[in-house]
């Protein structure tokens, strides 16, 4: 069973009821988690994190932050049979403040650790490392440990009519998406010219909390992060064109619904979605790559995901146990199966190493 917080004003949480190995009824895992999913039952308005009711004594875990990890959060979920697991999103920055602040067990995140996650909980933002690992404890005492669970092909999207911005580069999706003399039509992108309409371009895609979005944008933005950062974001220039959201559900359907738009998340929200809309080939210098799980090698913007712990679990405890199973065969089987890109494909070493770091 699976408990998932809705969040909004207040907590609803909803659960969502998978049957056991006899009769089991399995989610589809290629579709995204939004409500209506599977058969459902409200239970009622809760200020509290973590799952209620269920089998006496069961452990029970909260793993809460990156919309682009919610679809494998979810899948993992169903299938551990170690622990009772509330799953949500919220973003990575949601993720790992909630780890720090002690309000869950597991962040997840599309992104790294930043010296800026410590800050906000009062910390030393030194202590964190460029590749998002921590040299010591935040001021509540967690130390974040790093876990690399799967790989994402970040995938920009537009609407199904269009047919003119099918292939773009580092330099035009700058032009769409920074303040930097931003153009405002689709013909004023430079290498469409006349093949495109003179149409408003709309921007659907994540918020600032999100680790999709900081990653995107560090991608196209030389200097991302520093002082010496080139530009700004199309949504931090306050000139209305992107409509920021935190549910990759919420930027899909407008994406699929305006004819110009343009947005982008993680690859399993486009692959469940491939008749509503268009996948952009994509190129950082000449050589444009389709998003695709079999072109991770090729693909510029290709990135692992992850889950953040209070330090490595030690043998015996749930998390260790949860761990060991998200790096096992089988729950690597499962992230081809939602979308992503399993790790045995990318780099065989970091399954076998983080396993040892858990004692198996």
Not at 125 to 148: F, R
Not at 280 to 309: C, F, G, Q, W
Not at 336 to 349: I, R, S, T
Request: aromatic residues 10%; proline residues 6%; contains cysteine.
């Amino acid at each position: 069973m699976i408990c998932m917080p809705i969040y909004n004003s207040d907590i609803i949480y909803i659960f969502l009821f998978v049957l056991s190995p006899f009769g089991e009824k399995k989610m589809k895992r290629n579709e995204v988690p939004e409500i209506g999913w599977l058969a459902i039952l409200v239970i009622g308005v809760v200020v509290a994190a973590g799952c209620i009711g269920g089998k006496d004594g069961s452990p029970k875990l909260v793993q809460t932050g990156s919309s682009t990890v919610l679809p494998l959060a979810v899948a993992w979920a169903a299938e551990f049979d170690g622990a009772e697991i509330s799953v949500s999103g919220g973003g990575s920055s949601h993720g790992i403040n909630s780890l720090l602040n002690e309000e869950a067990d597991l962040g997840d995140a599309s992104r790294l650790m930043k010296g800026s996650d410590y800050e906000k909980v009062g910390g030393d933002p030194s202590l964190v490392t460029a590749d998002g690992q921590a040299t010591g404890p935040a001021p509540t005492g967690v130390w974040p440990h790093k876990w690399i669970v799967a790989y994402d092909v970040l995938t920009v999207v537009v609407n199904n009519n269009n047919d003119y911005a099918t292939r773009l580069n580092y330099s035009q999706l700058y032009k769409i998406f920074t303040d930097d003399d931003p153009v405002v039509y689709w013909d004023e992108v430079p290498g469409l010219g006349s093949t495109s309409p003179h149409r408003k371009i709309e921007i659907y895609a994540p918020d600032e909390a999100s680790g999709t979005y900081d990653y995107f944008f560090e991608e196209i933005i030389p200097h991302w992060g520093k002082d010496e950062q080139q530009a700004d974001t199309r949504l931090n220039s306050g000139d209305g064109v992107y409509h920021p959201s935190a549910d990759d559900n919420v930027i899909l359907n407008a994406v699929q619904s305006n004819e110009y738009a343009i947005g982008y998340f993680g690859f399993a929200y486009y692959r469940g979605n491939t008749e509503k809309i268009r996948a952009v080939s994509i190129a950082k210098d000449d050589d444009y790559e389709e998003p695709s799980l079999a072109n991770v090698a090729n693909y510029p913007m290709a990135r692992p995901l992850h889950i953040y712990t209070n330090g490595i679990p030690e043998s015996g405890n749930v998390i260790n146990d949860y761990l060991r199973y998200v790096l096992s065969d089988d729950g690597q089987a499962i992230v081809p199966e939602v979308g992503y890109v399993n790790l045995a494909l990318v780099d065989q070493f970091l399954v076998s190493s983080q396993l040892s770091k858990l004692g198996a």
